[in-house]
């Protein structure tokens, strides 16, 4: 590998050298269709599954037989077929992953132990401490694996962390912690054979610390100079692969004959693998393929009522309805949020749901948006489907991460798809102030791989929630408290979907086309109540990504005039995008330019009266008139 990147034959590489038992003992304790997640120090785990070499080069080197088609680089990637979940950068959120994985067995009622990696650096991250406290709270069979090498990154121990040993914090999180010589293959071996044969048949999170040194810098280019050259003298005598092979000799097990010929094999192993990716051609751009795996495919049936009963509904019930309706469907649907089970969630979104579903898969969460989003993911990865519930659309950010990098990323990365849905209680004019009214979808309609659903009327909350649901990829379903309880109608009791994607013609017209979503729909309605003489077009997008541009596009080319009013701010925006469309490609047909109308660039104050300042619907109402007069 050092020779391999040395001559600039693989991209990047991160040296496991002194830390191999850990990986190998591992991978040798586990059962072979456990899964696995590890960091970017663990060769030993994608050698012991026994990839066959040249896959592993061809990632390495970006060719179109590794594993991510050129996409992501080195250990950055998963196979089903190995049962191995790979890390994305950001090292942490790889620990939620592992629980959603974990509970995915503990749901089946299967008996498997799941393994997740981290180095002592990124204990220091809040996806270990969420992570950890959801394992030890929800009983999940996960072996947590802290290899404490001293360094994160060129940061000794002492100023990464205070407490002496992993193992200590064990107790603070209720469960067990075992500390073992990382250094030791045997010792490995049997701490993970143990622990993996109690806890599959009593689960339960076990922190494994394994003391080791990282004989290498951080990754080749950083070298070591901040490492007193001391340390590698006295761990180079604890050499991991030296010892065992002389241990190995010591009780004859094998002897140098033997050890010559394993050498040999395994030399020829990597130079056979190395030919035939050197053989292989590089990977060729297409981007209509690019594009097409940024989502997993999914081909849309509408799924219509079988009657034609209908039931006048709250916005808030019809959500309720739809996702009781999904859990009759669905069997290995599980629903997650904070208070959501016996309270209810704060909204009562998921009243009596525990009692009718149980609290297996209506699941109350610890205070942590990270782990549970990472969960998600795993559960995915695992067979199941989800939908998360944030109590507020605003506590994403503590969420983002696995969002916008887990969520939106793995399936162009590696062919996963994440098949979540994040129900986002959204939007202001309820007196809540800057940290439970935000619009926040703008943040995720920039992050490809996220679809994005806003509906404005309770019908449409059920059938796009409801196809939000069928769909496997993640998609972000905000719902608007304000509407919530003060918008009714009609909506059919029965089973239904709605595309996402398609927007809705509210009203016809002919003067102007206003493009909107959500509370802007409202106001529109409202306002142009008072201005009957004005015959403008409401367009309720209802999907923000996709969104509908052919309807965006036919309703300006007929009325030549286009207003985009949303509630989130104005700059950064998704009207941005809307009105930049409709300049590239109706500019032809325009009579006027396009106009924006968003709330404040503020965030959202809490009175009254500053709300609805913040709030464009004043300022709408003065673009209408301002447009239609043009
Ligand atoms: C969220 C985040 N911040 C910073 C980095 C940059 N980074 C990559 S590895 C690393 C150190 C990791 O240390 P540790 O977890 O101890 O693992 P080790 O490299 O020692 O095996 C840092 C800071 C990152 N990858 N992700």
Redesign the pocket.
Known sequence: MLVLLRQGKIAKW?SGIG?EAISVGTALAMQPDEYILP???NLGIFTVREIPMNHLFSQFQGKPGGFTKGRDRSFHFGTQQYKIIGMI????PQMGVADGIALAHKLKKEKKCTAVF????????GDFHESVNVAAVWDLPVIFII???????S?PSNE?FRCKQFIDKAIGYGIEGVQVDGNNILEVYHAVNSISNEIRNNPKPILLECMTF?MRG?EEASGTKYIPQHLFEEWGKKDPVKNYEEYLLKEKIVDAGLISIYKDEIKSEIEKGLEITFAEHDVKPDTEAEMKDVYKSFHFIEAKPATEKVSEKRMLDSISDAMKMALRKYPNLIVMGQDIAEYGGVFKATQGFAEEFGKERIRNTPLCESAIVGAGLGLSINGYKSIVEMQFADFVTCGF?QIVNNLAKTHYRWGQHADVVVRMPTGAGVGAGPFHSQSNEAWFFHTPGLKIVYPAFPDDAKGLLLAAIEDPNPVMYFEHKALYRSISGNVPDDYFTTEIGKARTIVSGNDLSVITYGYGVHWTMEILKQHSGISAEIIDLRSLMPWDKEAVAESVKKTGKAIVLHEDTITGGIGGEIAAFISENCFQFLDAPVMRCGSLDSPVPMSSELEWNFLPKKRFEETLLKMAAY
């Open positions: 991160f830390q960091m970017h120090r950068s950001h090292l942490g981290t180095g002592d650096g990124g204990t220091s991250e290899e404490n090498n001293g360094y994160g990154l940061t990464q990282r951080h991460n």
